[in-house]
């Protein structure tokens, strides 16, 4: 079974200062992970994933996140927020053969002008 | 392209009295569907999934129930609302191919009073 843990809640970070939101996974097989973004009142969307090939991966709204395997994590990263991205944050893992994803508990973005 | 709508958007509902969200996928066939809920500050509980019609997975044992009546058409019913039922209640699909995303519906805003 998959897993993910998000260990920080909440994170205030100050308008145009870098952002890492932290992500830790835990499987026993290869899985496909995912970072998703959810404004208030509205539903997830998908920011980026990682399938296989290259570690780092781009997603929309300038967001990134780095594949490590060695320390299972996927955390998700950006040079300079915006106060539009105030918004909660998950990570998801799938496995191959699963039919769901595995999210975590959320990570709460404020960006403080 | 594929879109997936889910209504209503909002509703306020007696305890005790009956519920359906309504959930359609377009421009896809056989989709995975799912119902998630989504508590005031916490995570998304995964309530059902389905890989076909008439087959459904309940992932929590409640007072909740879903439908699948046709391919793209997934449907959350409850006879009696408790309390406890309030939330935000998202659907979302799936082709089901390794490492496909989830992509979410605009969520439905359930409050039981």
């Known amino acids: 079974a998959q897993s993910v843990t998000q260990l920080d809640s909440q994170v205030p970070v100050f308008e145009e200062a870098p952002v890492e939101l932290r992500c830790n996974y835990s499987?026993?097989?290869?899985?496909?992970l995912f970072w998703y973004v959810q404004y208030p009142n509205q539903g997830l969307q998908l920011l980026l994933k990682?399938?296989?090939?290259?570690?780092l991966v781009k997603g929309i709204n300038g967001f990134e996140a780095e594949f490590n395997k060695s320390q299972t994590s996927f955390h998700l990263r950006k040079p300079s927020v915006h106060i539009s991205d105030t918004a909660e944050y998950f990570c998801?893992?799938?496995?191959?053969?699963?039919?769901?994803?595995?999210f975590g508990t959320g990570t709460r973005l404020t960006v403080i002008p | 392209s594929q879109t997936i709508h889910q209504w209503p958007a909002t509703l306020v509902q007696p305890v005790g009295s009956p519920l359906s969200l309504e959930c359609t996928v377009e421009?896809?066939?056989?989709?995975?569907l799912y119902w998630y809920r989504q508590a005031a500050g916490r995570g998304l509980q995964l309530l059902f999934y389905?890989?076909?019609?008439?087959?459904i997975s309940s992932e929590v044992p409640q007072n909740l129930s879903a439908s699948r009546p046709q391919d793209r058409q997934f449907i959350l019913s409850s006879k009696k609302l408790l309390l406890s039922d309030s939330g935000f209640y998202l659907c979302?699909?799936?082709?089901?191919?390794?490492?496909?995303?989830?992509?979410f519906g605009e969520g439905s805003w359930l409050t039981v009073v």
């Open positions: 389905s890989v076909g019609i008439g087959q």
């Open positions: 998801a893992v799938r496995g191959p053969g699963a039919n769901n994803l595995f």
């Open positions: 979302a699909w799936t082709s089901g191919g390794a490492g496909v995303p989830i992509y």
């Open positions: 499987s026993s097989v290869s899985v496909y």
């Open positions: 990682y399938l296989s090939g290259s570690t």
């Open positions: 421009g896809t066939s056989n989709p995975n």
